[in-house]
């Protein structure tokens, strides 16, 4: 009987013992964290503007989340809105158009992906071949420009160029011997238009993060790969492309995660009543409900569908990607 007290009372002891040097390590951990704190404030510091845009622009307004769940009316506030729970998703899920604007929205991103993510790689490995600096800059500033210039002009030169009496595009098309064609009225052209402009105004500017990590190669690489007798092809495949897998990892799993999130900006100023079979996606239809027809929390609920499809998408391709390449996000 007394070795069983004995063993009672040391189990105890032990435990308590164990407790009391949990205690003791994550203060010390604390003090040690509020030390690290206070010897580099100045990084907190710097840091603290991102902090503080993340914090009130987008964790902020999640509180207004619920009126995705609620009949929202401002007098009431969103405290006093009605709650109907799901009956706004499921409006939204048994309408006659859905499935249209869930195929014209994956169509576009899927399509930009497909084009837009290559040609920026392939300039990228392009511009790091060549040794004239002066021509270098000179197409590394015709490519960036585009970028520079406001989603409006852009959308301005589109119609301009395609349009089917005076534009420039149809005017060569006649001159060939070809018939002109009305492309902004013409639903089947929406998205070429659409994804095409827009690897033109990027390409160049997505190629200066791949030209970032190029400029990382080790040159004794190269030299070692031309003694060997290799072509610069075969040094652009072998040496250049690897080095450039695990931003090209990284950008694919971020762009996966805004497959859903085609910007409604441009799509609405090329919209017009003729295309919108093509043009209509979810952006658009919930600007158009929410702040055109006051449905706010029938936009919302929209807009949650959306981010959440998003979110998903995000963490599943993030997951494959660690298993199969070992490089993630997280």
Not at 109 to 130: C, D, K, Q
């Amino acid at each position: 009987m007394e070795k069983h007290v004995e063993k009672i009372t040391n189990i105890r002891d032990t435990t308590i013992g164990k407790e009391n040097l949990e205690k003791t390590r994550t203060k010390t951990n604390w003090k040690d964290k509020a030390k690290k704190i206070l010897t580099s404030w100045q990084l907190y510091v710097l840091i603290l503007p991102a902090f503080l845009y993340f914090l009130i622009f987008h964790y902020g307004p999640m509180y207004g989340v619920q009126i995705a769940f609620k009949n929202y009316m401002p007098s009431l506030g969103i405290w006093g809105s009605p709650w109907v729970g799901m009956a706004h998703f499921e409006k939204f899920f048994d309408s006659y158009y859905f499935w249209d604007l869930l195929k014209n929205t994956l169509g576009i991103s899927i399509y930009s992906l497909v084009v837009g993510f290559p040609i920026p790689i392939m300039l990228a490995l392009a511009l790091n071949e060549v040794k004239d600096g002066a021509f270098k800059k000179m197409v590394q500033t015709i490519t960036y420009a585009p970028h520079f210039i406001s989603t409006v002009v852009i959308v301005g030169m589109i119609i301009a160029f395609l349009s089917p009496s005076s534009g420039i595009i149809n005017h060569g098309l006649g001159a060939l011997g070809f018939e002109t064609k009305a492309f902004m009225e013409d639903p089947t052209w929406f998205k070429s238009i659409y994804v095409l402009s827009g690897v033109w105004q990027s390409t160049g500017w997505s190629s200066v993060i791949y030209m970032a990590a190029l400029s990382g190669v080790d040159t004794q690489l190269h030299e070692a790969a031309t003694i060997d007798g290799a072509s610069r092809l075969q040094r652009m495949w072998y040496i250049n492309l690897p080095v450039l897998v695990p931003t090209m990892v990284i950008l694919l799993i971020m762009n996966f995660g805004s497959i859903m999130s085609v910007g409604h900006e441009k799509i609405l100023l090329m919209q017009n009543p003729l295309n919108m079979t093509s043009s209509n996606v979810i952006s658009t239809f919930t600007y158009q409900q929410g702040l055109l027809d006051a449905q706010y929390s029938y936009a919302a609920a929209i807009g949650l569908f959306n981010s959440v499809i998003n979110a998903a998408l995000l963490i599943v391709v993030n997951k494959i990607s660690r298993k199969v390449s070992e490089v993630s996000l997280w």
